[in-house]
């Protein structure tokens, strides 16, 4: 079997500790610290699949609300313990905390994806953030990280300092401003 047993240690987000590993699992131990994302399993043989696209196949199985193919429900994050298959495992740096790389399994991939499968990953790249929540800090970090020229854009004026100072965006907008809003 290639399936993985891990002990969730921050819910929503899920790191946690490898318990046990299957007979087939070649890239997993136990005690390794691991993430898993939003699946935890899928039919590998689609042409989504194939094409690395799982959450667009029809046989997937969500980390949260779905059933294994046991028939015993997914309860993902929200459970002590839960089971994937590792191709949906990732490791996680000993020297980055889990607490730190939580997020980075629900807020960082929701943006990291779009941005790198539309191919807004190339250096010197004007990216637009729109918002500076959860995402939109993701947003910003990843774009700076790929070398973008980041501006973001909030209809929070106290939001400045925190994205150009500590987030390191290239510019900032005011969306309900309309001189800041004009095409340059």
Same mark, same amino acid.
């Given at each position: 079997?290639?399936?993985?047993?891990?002990?969730?240690?921050?819910?929503?987000?899920?790191?946690?500790?490898?318990?046990?590993?299957?007979?087939?699992?070649?890239?997993?131990?136990?005690?390794?610290?691991?993430?898993?994302?939003?699946?935890?399993?899928?039919?590998?043989?689609?042409?989504?699949?194939?094409?690395?696209?799982?959450?667009?196949?029809?046989?997937?199985?969500?980390?949260?609300?779905?059933?294994?193919?046991?028939?015993?429900?997914?309860?993902?994050?929200?459970?002590?313990?839960?089971?994937?298959?590792?191709?949906?495992?990732?490791?996680?740096?000993?020297?980055?905390?889990?607490?730190?790389?939580?997020?980075?399994?629900?807020?960082?991939?929701?943006?990291?994806?779009?941005?790198?499968?539309?191919?807004?990953?190339?250096?010197?790249?004007?990216?637009?953030?729109?918002?500076?929540?959860?995402?939109?800090?993701?947003?910003?970090?990843?774009?700076?990280?790929?070398? #973008?020229?980041?501006?973001? @854009? /909030?209809?929070? !004026? $106290?939001?400045? &300092?925190?994205?150009?100072?500590?987030?390191? #965006?290239?510019?900032?907008? @005011? /969306?309900?401003? !309309? $001189?800041?809003? &004009?095409?340059?």
């Amino acid at each position: 079997m290639n399936l993985i047993g891990v002990r969730n240690i921050y819910r929503h987000e899920i790191v946690g500790i490898v318990t046990e590993v299957g007979s087939k699992v070649s890239k997993f131990k136990v005690g390794d610290r691991v993430g898993v994302g939003c699946l935890v399993d899928s039919c590998h043989s689609c042409q989504n699949c194939v094409d690395n696209l799982e959450n667009y196949c029809p046989q997937l199985t969500l980390t949260d609300g779905s059933k294994y193919s046991d028939g015993t429900s997914t309860h993902g994050g929200f459970s002590d313990s839960m089971v994937s298959d590792e191709h949906f495992v990732f490791h996680i740096p000993d020297e980055l905390p889990l607490d730190a790389a939580a997020p980075l399994l629900c807020a960082g991939i929701t943006v990291y994806s779009p941005l790198r499968h539309f191919e807004l990953d190339k250096p010197g790249m004007n990216i637009g953030v729109v918002g500076l929540g959860g995402l939109g800090h993701m947003a910003v970090k990843f774009a700076k990280a790929f070398g #973008a020229n980041v501006t973001v @854009i /909030s209809t929070s !004026p $106290n939001k400045e &300092k925190e994205a150009i100072e500590h987030l390191r #965006a290239d510019s900032f907008l @005011i /969306s309900h401003d !309309p $001189n800041q809003m &004009k095409v340059q």
